[in-house]
Every structure is written in structure tokens, then in C-alpha cells.
């Protein structure tokens, strides 16, 4: 016994130990994938971070520079009725405090219809028909322009304003293309404004000395004021932010690999452990049915029971169902429960003279469990070597998980007719095959899944299919049970469609053996 003990010990080590090395590698695996997607998506970072932090500068200073002009029209227009179109003291005065006081202007120009030109500072005198490129015209007096300096090393936006008395142009500064500029480099960003409805007028902030412009744009900004921005950018200054983020994404990588591998590490631990925990269970035959009658309402005696399934964990704490047959469907270990469930049940009843007794007992299966007949060959060599009748036997097959092979299905299903054990559709209406299983695999039997029942006294449309359940019953001439019935409305309305039987806790909560012992002899007392 000692050896036994020790080999159990020494394998569940090794098993720890195998399981441990594994997930070792499959961490490793997973943060140096991760780690490297993110280094190896360094330029579109790259490029998301520049074009970042040039539109922040661009609505920065776009926001400052509206704020301070305001609307073009309007601004000029307040210029315009300052001046006296003379180029006098006044006039000279004037557009020099203007100039002086707003940052965002360069020059402000006038030119008199008698000839007269004077300027807010010494400079060239722009002619608007040949150094310059016209944007667009705002009204009948105002044009947007941009202009060019000799160098054509960058270009100016300038408002002009023209009537009968002469012309005042407003030169800006180009604080947007010098700012991205001077920020990065010289030659390496190239800033394109052009405007709303021209935007094959083009402005270049500085001489696009590496034809940037003919790259595709990093960006572009609209502004409110009709200004479209783009950015152009060197591939190399690209190259070089990619090169300085890498050591930053690769770590960020690291870390979403491992905040991945926990919890992948945390799901199949607690798979593993689950399923290892159920295999015990079945082995320990841990799994225990439990009853829950089903009345006939017209004469309120018991029509049979459904046994449900309930996991005695160490035969000392009872799980949910909720908590374990979901995993085990899935995992297939339902079957093995199953076998369990159905050997309890076939024992407890016969100690009841259930035998001597009318009433059916209804058993869960899966679709997968009806596929297959050797699996059924042996639940029904268990029920014929039982003293339960194979009359008082149903198998409820769930409409919440699809077959795989319905054919092969009916043929499973015709078999357990031909041994005397029916079969009925349990959920009808909630799951994959709808009534179409009814029709190929020529079932007799539907049970009404609770969420129907529940919208009794309601103005839920599902009351409408409830209703439509029951009409088809009917009429295809099916035994049919609603089961969640829980208040006398619902049993009443049920009994007064044509449906009379019923379970629920109405009538019975699921109870273990003992209690179902004193249910079952109080029924039989009464017939």
C-alpha cells in the first residue's frame, strides 16, 4: 500500500513538473511572439506618434492664430475702416501698432488708386499677378493669395482687399510650418496648406528640396476657418522614431504576452482541475439524482418524476449543476455521469416497488449519447436488469444542443421504442432544431421550457410562441409537459390550453431520495 502511495506521490510530481516545463515554453512562446509583433509594428507607431504630435502643434496654433485674427472678413474689415487710403501719418501709424501688436501678422501693405504705397515695414512691395499664387476669392473686395519670396524657400498667406479708394493686403506669418519645422528639421517635414474647395492650390511652408510632396501625406488637418494642412514626411525621420519606440514596444509586448499567458495559464489550470475533479467524481460516483415530480393537474396525482443530476463534491458539500455540466457537455464527460446518474436511479426507485406504480422517469441525455447505439445498448441493458419496466422510462433529449447525424439518431430513437422507452423533445422551441426534430425523428413528446411559462400574466411576445407551442401539440396529437411552473396562474392557464402536465416549484421543488421516498408513498396512498 506504502508503494502505491509513493508511486501516486511520485507521479502526480512528475505530472507537476511536466505541466510546469510546459507552460514555461508556452510562455516564453507567447511573450516573445507578442514582443516581437509590436517591435515589427514600430513604423505604424512611429507613424502615429508624429502625426500625434503635429496635429496637437497645428490645432495649437491654428486655435491661437483664429482666436487672435478671427474671421478673415471680419478682421480686414476693421483694418479697412481704420485707414484713410492716403498714406499719411495716420495711415502709417495705424498699420505699424497693428503689425506691432499681433504677432501673427507680418506686414500690412496699402496701395492708393492715386498711386501712393506704404507699408507697416520695409520690404519688397509684392506685385499679386506675378510673385504671387491666388487662393480664392471670398467676396467682391477680398482674396485669399499666397506669396512667395524671392528665395521661395517658404510662402506666406496674404489677405487683400480691394475698392475704389485702393488696395490694403495683410501678410501672416507662417507660424504653423516654422513651428513643425523647427521642431524636428529643416528638410525632413514638409508643410502643404491649401483651402477648402482649392486644394490643388498648394502652399508649401518651405522649399520641398527631398520632393516630400510627392510622397503620400502623414496627415491632414481641416480647420475650421477652411485651411486644410498637410504634413509630408522623410521616410528616414520615420526610420529613426521607429528605431527610438522599438526598445518601448518590445517591453510593452513583453508585458501583454505575459497578461496573456495568465491568463491562459488561469483558464487551463482551472479546465484541468475541473476535469480531473469530475473524473474523481464519477470514479468516487460522487454524482446523485434528484427528483422532481410531475403532476397531473386533473386529478393532482403524480404522472412520474424527472431526475436531475446534483455533484455530492467529497460527499460533503452539493455543487449546482450550473457549475459543471456546461464543462461537462462539452468535454463529453456527461456521459460517464450519466451512466452514474441512471445505475442510482434504476437502484433507489426499485427499493420504492416503483415498479408496481404508473409513473415514468425522465432522464437527460445529449444528442451525442442518441447517436450512438452501443452507448444505449447499455442504458437499456441497465434498465431491463433492473426491476423498473422499460415503459416507465423516458429519455429527454434537449433542443439546446444540435446533432450531429440525425439519421443515425432515428435509428437509436426507433430502437428504444422498440424496447418500450420513449423519448421526448426537451426545451422545445429554444434551440437548434425547432420542431423540425419532432418531424424527423417521429417524437410523440415535448416539454415546454420554462422561459415560455414565465410569460403567463405578461405582456411578453414570447406568450405568443408559448401559445404556439401548445396549438401545435395539439394539434400534431404530442404529450406535452411545461416545466418552471411556479405560481397558479401559470399552472391554470396551462391546465385551461389542454396542457395538464406540469412541474415546477408549484408543486414540488427536486428532492433528494429520502425526501422523494415520503412524496412518492404519499402519492401512491392516494390512488
Known sequence: ????????????????????????????????????????????????????????????????????????????????????????????????????????????????????????????????ESDSVFIKKINKNLSLWAILNDKNEQSILSLV??????????????????????KYCDDCILSVVSTVGNADKKISSHNDVKNLSSLPPLNTEVFN?????????????????????????????????????????????????????????????????????????????MYGCEVLVRWWFNKKELISPDDFIPYAENSGLIIDITD?????????LSSLNWQKSTAVISINLVPEQLENKQQIRKFVDMIIKSSISPKQIAFEITERMSFTDLDKAAIVIDYLKAQGINVKLDDAGTGYGSFSYIQHLNLQSLKIDKMFVDTIGTYDHKLFVLDSIIAFGKKAGMEMIAEGVETKQQSDYLLQSGVYLQ?????????????????????????
Open 503 to 527: 412541474q415546477g416549484f408549484y408543486f414540488s421543488e427536486p428532492l433528494k431520495f429520502e425526501q422523494f421516498r415520503h412524496y412518492f408513498q404519499r402519492d401512491q396512498a392516494k390512488i
Open 225 to 301: 476657418n477652411g485651411l486644410i494642412l498637410r504634413n509630408y514626411v522623410d521616410p528616414q525621420l520615420l526610420s529613426l522614431i521607429s528605431i527610438d519606440l522599438k526598445p518601448l514596444l518590445f517591453i510593452v509586448g513583453v508585458f501583454f504576452g505575459l497578461i496573456i499567458f495568465l491568463f491562459i495559464n488561469l483558464y487551463i489550470k482551472r479546465q484541468l482541475s475541473l476535469h480531473s475533479l469530475i473524473v474523481k467524481g464519477v470514479i468516487r460516483k460522487e454524482f446523485i439524482p434528484y427528483y422532481q415530480p410531475i403532476i397531473n393537474v386533473k386529478n393532482n396525482t
Open 1 to 128: 500500500m506504502r508503494k502505491i502511495y509513493k508511486f501516486k506521490a511520485w507521479l502526480k510530481s512528475r505530472l507537476i513538473a511536466s505541466y510546469s516545463a510546459t507552460m514555461t515554453v508556452v510562455a516564453v512562446f507567447i511573450v516573445v511572439i507578442m514582443a516581437t509583433c509590436f517591435t515589427l509594428f514600430s513604423p505604424y507607431f512611429a507613424k502615429i506618434q508624429l502625426s500625434s504630435k503635429i496635429n496637437n502643434v497645428s490645432n495649437d496654433l491654428i486655435d491661437n492664430y483664429s482666436s487672435t485674427i478671427g474671421d478673415y472678413q471680419s478682421f480686414i474689415k476693421s483694418v479697412v475702416s481704420n485707414i484713410d487710403f492716403d498714406c499719411g501719418v495716420n495711415d502709417k501709424t495705424y498699420i505699424e501698432k497693428k503689425s506691432y501688436n499681433n504677432y501673427y501678422i507680418r506686414n500690412i501693405d496699402i496701395s492708393t488708386n492715386n498711386k501712393k504705397y506704404c507699408s507697416s515695414f520695409d520690404g519688397n512691395r509684392h506685385e499679386y
Open 340 to 348: 452514474v446518474l441512471l445505475e442510482k436511479t434504476l437502484t433507489q
Open 161 to 182: 482687399w480691394k475698392d475704389e479708394r485702393g488696395q490694403v493686403s495683410i501678410d501672416f506669418e507662417p507660424i504653423i510650418s516654422d513651428v513643425i519645422r523647427n
